[in-house]
């Protein structure tokens, strides 16, 4: 009882928006979060078919509106599964850019500059774990010390929080940092933390990109996230034909091929029945395609065709180039369907 009132027992509580359990961990606390996150983006979605803002307005939109949501209290929970978390965040980045849910991870962070949610959630939890070892009077670094002390005296004691900050120190090489509980300044920790972490994601992604069939042209003219320039020149019929060619959304035969299993040496042309018909092929290289091309392309890709000129072409930011080669992507693409 509690001033006359019945205290129920329950398995699990809603404090300052965070749900508790009788178990002393947070896995369905992320799992609310979304939930409460996918209602603000599908608000999200309808303002944005509404009142069609750029591609860089959409994502800012996100990040105010339903990044802040995902990430409540991530200092906390953080040391839990996020899946779910970056779940959300890949699916409006797919919806703004029109692509499949099956495109591989590491374009979409590529083409919209754009890196996982758990990168920030760590830098939450290192910033949250600055405050508790820097403090002296308050009782959550009280506890956090109290915590950190008997982890110490006896291995058998686990605390998840503790166990996390302690991964990722030791991961991005700070295990002296976690050893001694102190550092020279909490702005330099975080920024630190954060430029590591960025590197291991990026290493991620080219090791992505090297094992991925997808990948291979990709990986010839992107090499770091970053907002591609055409998602704000073109306009949204083009914009999606050029995002949708870059990130293999697309039916040429080179990927159609993979749907039926078909070996990439059979994957020919439809057109020129000649050659394997990948990005490169429809791009600069099917005679079928020569006469539309000289009409769109400068003729200094459509003579003498490589690797080098295609790399060159797709990383092209000069609008008119912009718009003649989306505009030969869209009209070309038609005979492949």
Not at 98 to 119: A, F, H, N
Not at 139 to 165: G, R
Request: glycine share 2%.
């Amino acid at each position: 009882m509690l001033n006359g009132s019945i205290l129920h027992v329950v398995k699990e509580y809603v404090y300052l928006g965070i749900l508790f359990t009788n178990t002393g961990r947070f896995c369905k606390a992320p799992k609310r979060l979304t939930d409460q996150a996918s209602r603000a983006m599908y608000a999200v979605f309808r303002k944005i078919r509404i009142l069609e803002f750029p591609i860089d307005c959409q994502l800012k939109l996100f990040d105010q509106l339903v990044q802040t949501v995902l990430l409540y209290g991530s200092e906390v929970w953080g040391f839990e599964n996020a899946v779910v978390i970056e779940r959300v965040h890949l699916k409006f980045c797919k919806y703004i850019l029109k692509l499949k849910q099956s495109t591989p991870d590491y374009m979409v962070y590529g083409e919209l500059g754009r890196y996982p949610l758990s990168i920030f959630i760590k830098i939450r939890m290192i910033s949250y774990w600055c405050k508790l070892t820097s403090s002296q009077t308050s009782l959550s670094s009280i506890v956090y010390k109290l915590m950190f002390q008997m982890s110490i005296a006896n291995p058998d004691y686990h605390f998840p929080l503790l166990k996390e900050v302690k991964y990722i120190l030791q991961n991005i090489g700070f295990n002296y940092i976690w050893l001694s509980q102190t550092f020279i300044s909490a702005a330099w920790l975080k920024q630190n933390v954060k430029h590591v972490l960025i590197d291991n994601f990026l290493q991620r992604c080219r090791e992505s990109k090297k094992i991925s069939s997808k990948g291979y042209y990709y990986n010839m003219f992107k090499e770091l996230p970053s907002l591609e320039p055409y998602l704000l020149e073109l306009p949204i019929t083009l914009r999606i034909s050029l995002a949708r060619f870059r990130t293999a959304n697309h039916r040429l035969p080179i990927e159609t091929g993979r749907w039926y299993n078909i070996v990439r040496e059979e994957r020919k042309c439809t057109l020129c029945k000649k050659f394997i018909c990948d990005e490169m092929h429809f791009s600069l290289e099917c005679q079928k395609l020569s006469e539309i091309r000289n009409k769109f392309l400068p003729q200094y890709y459509c003579m003498y065709p490589s690797a080098i000129k295609f790399s060159h072409l797709m990383s092209i930011t000069y609008k008119p180039t912009l718009l003649k080669l989306s505009s030969y992507i869209r009209s070309c693409m038609e005979m492949f369907h």
